[in-house]
């Protein structure tokens, strides 16, 4: 019942070798972690393997709310007064549900969950059992297994999680895409533009992951962006989409927010955007007439 990749169709762009490696993991009954930067495709990557998986899945947002509580499942308050914690009323959270039925448990930004929750989710891994206070012990049905996405970036949980996360699962990178996949991503996101004024925009988002003032660039949702409010400005505006000036307030607005600095950097967001800028689109053009964008 294995799939492959070309069962994904051409929801997911690019990522063969990882789609490979994370179908093998699965069919090895491993649970795994996707590492990378936002925007590198780990929720589009790990949606479409999900809904392809011929088990339940289950899919949770991680963040600071998803208390141990919310993850394993509670006892209906109203219905404990008048029956007493017995077993029947006890509501399974998404962990209780991926375990019992032998489904996959999808967690989004595992770096946000607190650690208790995590601690949970340790021991489920490592023993396919979690005890419940007053339900008693939980098995792991033969097929539970536990995939998530998270940011290496987000300093503050990954650190604290890394060791006993990392010691019981497979860990897959996902860099940034390819300047094609990225190129393929921005056609498919936001199409109407001239393909070469696109190119120069990738190229642009591109370099602002190698620049020495910045700690992390922007992903290809700056590349989204960019296009789809240069489009709205050309609109707007009466001119044509590659106008030098156009490109530089839609550049600042998707990127300047994207970009962030190292903190001994005593330069602003918007001074690296423009540089970075005119090195992809030349200087400010002199002659009035010069929408061009062509130094
Ligand atoms: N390989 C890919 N194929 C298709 N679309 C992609 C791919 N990588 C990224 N995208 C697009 O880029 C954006 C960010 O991707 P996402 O999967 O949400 O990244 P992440 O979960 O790593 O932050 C989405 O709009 C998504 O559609
Ligand atoms: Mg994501």
Request: proline share 5%.
């Amino acid at each position: 019942m294995s799939i492959s990749y070309a069962d994904l169709g051409d929801e997911v762009i690019g990522r063969e070798r990882e789609v490979e490696l994370l179908l093998a993991a699965l069919e090895a009954g491993a649970h795994v972690v996707l590492e990378g930067p936002p925007g590198t495709g780990k929720t589009t990557l790990l949606r479409a393997v999900a809904a392809r998986q011929h088990v339940p899945f289950i899919f949770v947002e991680g963040n600071a709310e998803l208390t141990p509580g919310r993850l394993v499942g509670h006892f209906d308050p109203a219905q404990v007064l008048a029956q007493g914690y017995t077993p029947e009323i006890f509501v399974d959270g998404p962990l209780l549900e991926a375990m019992r039925s032998g489904g996959l448990l999808y967690i989004e930004e595992l770096n946000r969950v607190p650690e208790e929750t995590l601690n949970v989710l340790l021991t489920s891994m490592s023993e396919g059992e979690v005890h419940v206070p007053r339900l008693g012990s939980v098995r792991a049905a033969d097929g539970f297994s536990f995939v998530a996405a998270m940011n290496p970036y987000d300093s503050v949980g990954t650190a604290r999680i890394s060791g006993a996360i990392y010691d019981r699962t497979c860990r897959i990178a996902m860099g940034y895409q390819s300047p094609e996949a990225e190129n393929q991503i921005g056609v498919l996101r936001a199409p109407e533009v001239p393909d070469d004024w696109r190119a120069k925009v990738i190229e642009l988002v591109r370099s602002t992951r190698d620049h020495s003032d910045v700690r992390v660039g922007s992903s290809v949702r700056g590349v989204i962006d960019l296009v789809k409010v240069a489009s709205a400005l050309a609109q707007a505006r009466g001119i044509p989409v590659t106008d030098w000036h156009l490109g530089l307030d839609a550049a600042t607005v998707a990127l300047s927010g994207r970009v962030r600095l190292h903190e001994s950097s005593s330069r602003t967001p918007e001074e690296v955007v423009r540089e970075l800028y005119e090195a992809v689109f030349g200087r400010e053009p002199k002659d009035e007439d010069d929408d061009s964008g062509e130094a």
